[in-house]
């Protein structure tokens, strides 16, 4: 009975979207600051980079966090083209300015982190590349949502928009790996391996990284109902226009 | 305060940008939330009178 | 379809600038470059196989906003709609006028500006080879980009924010192209990748750019 489909209807959603804000956010809150002060304050040294491991706890978690925020818009689009939900396309609309902001914060700590230990800011990596692309389409996608007045119009461009630039995105990313042999390690979390990196530095990103999702879905949710407030204030004026 | 060492700058700056840009986006949503509600409450209710 | 291919390459013919002036922008700017960089050959030889495939890049870039402006603000477009041509046949039409009117004349183009850049004798036919095989993905999906922003008034600069993100993959597999074929290796395999890219996007990007044609003429 219950199905997701329900939340399509955006009175439904703003009454669940209220009721699960304050845990998300608090949830969010809660594993930000156990993780940061516990990656902050309580885990060693790394012997090869020193303290500069430290800066790990938020570099993995948003650089991550970055590209599920596009999968979530890809999905979010698609599911707009096809079932013409407008939460939906409002909810894509939403995610990317955070998204866009995960992907400044992986850039910037990134370049933080490679000053003192590759000895240059910026390093035309496949790694790094991809993610000042990948900010590229989130200035782009944000921009056409900007430039078009019709809502409607602008959820359907934005959404061929958006799976355009994946299948693009996608591509670009496998011709930075064959242009280019990279400096940045491999992948510091992966399923398929026993154990990613020493217990000390794992926790403490694990919940970090549960920080970051939940503070993405938080804040998602609260920018999806002001999105649908604006959507509600623009047709009650486009109706006292008419009348 | 643990002993960052020589690289203090680097980590500490990365936090500062990590925080201060989440605390913007942050501060950002909850502005544009707030005009909303309150340009959406002031439009409803000058409907609620007129009507 | 041929016909509206033929009116396309008529008027872009008659009205003037269409073959002319993005090659005039492809030689200003390869002009432009050893300002910037310095005379010296070396150093220009180096850089040359970029430099012709970003000129190449900017002058398709160019002439991107022109491709539907022009109809949609007459009306043309709304009636092509109406008629039985369907719009994703409009839409390969309307990129293969832009190829034959932007991308053959830059393909023809290059080698003497790489002649001006002393660009290395064995990257020529590699520089022809990859320019002609990448130029039509340009031009397809600059006609997507085009479709998105066909409605919005001055949509010049948001087209490049838009359309230049896309043309990485094939900037990084035809410019490598000819590097390696200046430094004498293999440039089959990058050449063969953008060839895939070029039929890839050939294949989907007029049903993307109909898609959007038919919000933005709702």
Redesign the interface.
Known sequence: MASIWEYANPRKFMATSAALLPWTAGVAALCLVTGLVWGFFFTPDDFRQGSTVKIIYVHVPSAIMAINAWLMMLVASLIWVIRRHHVSALAAKAAAPVGMVFTLIALATGALWGQPMWGTWWEWDPRLTSFL?LF??Y??YM??WE??DNPD?AA??TA??C???S???V??RY??L??NQGLHQGATLSLDREQNIANVFWYPLVITLAGFGFLFIALVLYRTQTEIRARRLKALIAQERMA | MPDLGTYALPVLSSYAVSLGLLIAVIIASVWKARRVRAQLENVENRRGRSA | MIGLLKRDLALAIRAGGGFGLSLAFFLIFTTLVPFGVGPQTQVLAEIAPGILWLGALLACLLSLDRIFQLDWEDGTLDLIATSPVPLEGLAAMKALAHWITTGLPLVAAAPMLGLLLNLPGPAYPWLVAALALGTPALSAIGT?GAA??V??KR?GL?LS??V???Y??TL??GA?CVTRGADGLDALT?LI?MGG?TLGSLA??PF?AA??LR??L?
Do not use: E, H, Q
């Open positions: 692309i590229l389409f200035l782009g921009a056409l430039a078009i119009s359907d461009l061929v928009l799976l355009v630039g299948v693009f995105a591509i670009s011709a930075l064959f242009w | 997507f998105l922003t409605g919005i949509g948001l924010l838009l230049l993100p896309l990485m993959p990084i597999f490598l990058p990748l890219i989907i990007l993307a898609a959007a919000v933005n709702r």
